[in-house]
């Protein structure tokens, strides 16, 4: 049998077949999951609806974390496809460009409240509307980056928001562990995605595999392996914590 035989893993943030998103979706799937995925837009639609279809998705359905209703919206479309549900991944992240490149000292108090509404909030909001929905054993995973935890140029604002998704990740943890769900972040080595190209991540990646103990990058595949064991009863007594998938980079010092 599969580890994930018999769970149904609802995932967020899937733009395009580079997507992390992506890589966890198919992991799960191959693991016996049941998926549900969500998209954001009509334009983002046409890149996701193959991949739903590709995947044997069981439902495929709009969600803009920025909208009130589209919380209550999700909660009625997984009640109604599936009643109770054990996987919920968060691969949902946004910044203004123009906040990433300008020095951090001028980020906009409009960009910063939108990177951590999009980036962050919304992983507390779906577990408000959703927690009622998972099973006992459920996993919540949500995805960040180094840049939470130490200055890389150009991140800027979104480290910010990466950090309060971390912290909140923690408290979400301790709130829901009195249900038995668990609350795990995976911090992904650089890949080269549509969200990731606003933050020079070309050059990072050559940096990873001169310097990191593994000397090579990840990718989405490596970032679903983990996605698997946090999903899985393997990591029942694992929350609150980030998982590093990154090739070792992230020990190392100067």
């Known amino acids: 049998m599969s580890l ?8 967020l943030g899937i733009a395009n077949e580079r997507s992390i998103a992506w890589g966890i979706t198919r992991k799960l799937k ?50 109604k496809n599936w009643g109770k549900f054990d996987i919920l991944v968060h691969s949902l992240a946004f910044a203004d460009r123009e906040d990433l490149k300008r020095r951090f000292s001028d980020t906009s108090r409009e960009g910063f409240k939108m990177a951590c509404d999009i980036s962050a909030f919304s992983l507390i909001g779906l577990c408000h509307y959703l927690r009622d929905l998972m099973n006992p054993g459920g996993s919540v995973i949500s995805l960040t980056y180094h840049g939470s935890q130490l200055v890389y140029t150009g991140y800027n604002v979104m480290g910010v928001a990466k950090a309060a998704l971390e912290a909140s990740s923690r408290y979400l943890a301790d709130d829901l562990g009195s249900l038995n769900i668990r609350v795990n972040t995976i911090s992904s080595g650089p890949i080269r995605t549509l969200a990731a190209s606003a933050v020079g991540v070309k050059e990072l990646t050559k940096v990873i595999e001169e310097r990191s103990p593994l000397k090579r990058n990840v990718s989405t595949e490596d970032v679903g392996g983990a996605a698997v064991f946090l999903a899985s ?22």
């Open 4 to 11: 994930l035989t018999g769970k149904k893993a609802l995932i």
């Open 233 to 254: 009863d393997l990591s029942q007594a694992v929350t609150g914590q980030v998982l590093f998938v990154d090739s070792g980079f992230s020990i190392m010092g100067i």
């Open 30 to 79: 191959e693991q016996g999951a049941t998926i549900g995925l969500t998209y954001l837009n009509d334009q983002l639609k046409k890149w996701v609806a193959p991949l739903s279809e590709q995947i044997g998705a069981d439902f495929l359905v709009p969600m803009d974390v920025t909208n009130d209703q589209h919380y209550l919206d999700l909660k009625q479309s997984v009640a």
